[in-house]
């Protein structure tokens, strides 16, 4: 670059990168190699609670398990962005979000775009208060109904304060996040595989099996989408096949804080209580891809690959899966359940067909799953925001002697006083649905985002091949065809 031009990462007003060596990658060998990935721990935790556990069940109990096949096409898209959001933390060390800041026309505005979006999809707390049904489950033994909301919202409201509390302790956010979700997946995994295979006919696994290929065991024909389809409830299950909109953004948030790559030499975000006081860097440190940095890269890279393709994409398939066999072998097909005892309509139908024993274990799982899932939802909403206010704001980095956790934690509060606000307004899962279509445009934004981020600010040698370009493309017109679907269903093409 000649003297006295501006450097293209800062040509919407942030810093320019700092130049360092790219620190060397852990062994990632046998028993090593929990301790190397964990991002894609932490996401296919979120993904779990979020559509794997709500949002398909109630899709394929109300159309059948042929839209499978939805599940298999994003979760597809969504690795390969995940691994492209992670590609950029790797060369830098900064979250995906500050290389969109640093893109035109300006970074405020990328700030205020990606602020709201945020918002507007996870800043409704809809996993507390769906978890809140199972909790009125466990306690008086039947379905909650609508004369039941006050309580509900009750149990709500102490489930979304016991995640800020959670968030309060433990040294490295991301850290206690990850080992939560190691116990999540194997656990919960492991135990939907022994129920369905003690529990479910075989019906349901080869309808599971086919439907990953869009083809309905019940009419023995291929079918795409159902007669009558309800557009809200697709959109939903299309974005949240996996994590979906912004919760996959928050993936390179915690690649930050897990020190991949460059990352190293960033700092992370501390507990309030146990952390103490970390300097987390505003800007990023980027490397010269000589041959040893290279060398380096690549197996940085495998350790991504397997992070994201090896946990995030085959369990996002598992996690879907067996829900949807055991939702679809014990609630009758055409039912709708997203009402305030969404999560606890299966513990209800096993009750009055296999016995109360099993129904308890079931929503004890309901009540993991989601509070787990608010709990990295809140962490991630939460950091998204700080990052941005920290990149883009002098003055919040020198308050408190340069104490990031002086920024993450007053967010927190508020996030959670709006929290018991929107608890308050409709029902939980409406509230999820509603965030999951926001996702879906989140996911159109951002793909085509990445892949300007990618192949303008990357040196040549790390920008990703014409496949994978290709491919982000086709997930913006894939999630596009879903927000547009779902847009018309609230406004007929009629009334346009």
Known sequence: MKPGTMAPESISGLEAWRRAELPAPPVARGVGL?????????????????????????????????????????????????????????????????????????????????????????????????????????????????????????????????????????????????????????????????????????????????????????????????????????????????????????????????????AQLAGYIPTAIGGGQVKLAHTGTVFEPCAENLRRWRAWWRVIVLDQWGVFFCGALLGMALPAILYTSFIAAGTDIRGLAVASELAGAMAEQRGAWLATAVAVVSVWVLLKTQLDILDGLVRAVTDILWTGSRTLREWRGGDVRWVYYPLLGLAAAWGLVALRLTQPMQLLVLGANIGGVAGVISALHILRVNTTLLPRELRPPMWRRVALVAMAVFYGFFVVLWLNSLWPAATW
């Open 34 to 262: 929990l301790g190397v990935i964990g991002p894609g721990t932490i996401i296919l935790g979120v993904s779990i609670g979020s559509g794997e556990w709500l949002l398909g069940p109630a899709a394929f109990v109300k159309h059948g398990l042929a839209l499978l096949w939805v599940t298999l096409v994003a979760a597809i898209f969504q690795t390969i962005l995940n691994t492209e959001l992670m590609r950029y933390t790797l060369y830098t060390g900064e979250p995906a979000l500050t290389g969109f800041m640093r893109t035109r026309p300006r970074a405020g505005f990328w700030a205020g775009v990606y602020a709201l979006l945020f918002f507007v999809q996870v800043g409704w707390p809809g996993w507390a208060g769906t978890a809140a049904g199972a909790v009125f489950f466990l306690g008086t033994g039947r379905l909650a109904t609508p004369a039941d909301a006050g309580a509900v919202y009750v149990i709500g409201a102490a489930s979304l304060l016991l995640c800020v509390v959670v968030l309060l302790f433990g040294g490295r956010i991301e850290r206690t996040l990850e080992i939560l979700n190691w116990v999540l997946v194997v656990g919960i995994l492991g135990g939907l595989l022994v129920l369905c295979a003690l529990m479910a006919p075989a019906e349901g696994w080869w309808g599971a099996l086919a439907g990953f290929f869009a083809y309905d065991t019940r009419t023995q024909s291929f079918s795409l989408f159902p007669v009558a389809a309800d557009w809200a409830l697709l959109g939903a299950l299309a974005a949240y096949s996996g994590a979906g909109g912004v919760i996959n953004l928050m993936l390179s948030n915690w690649a930050r804080d897990k020190g991949f790559g460059m």
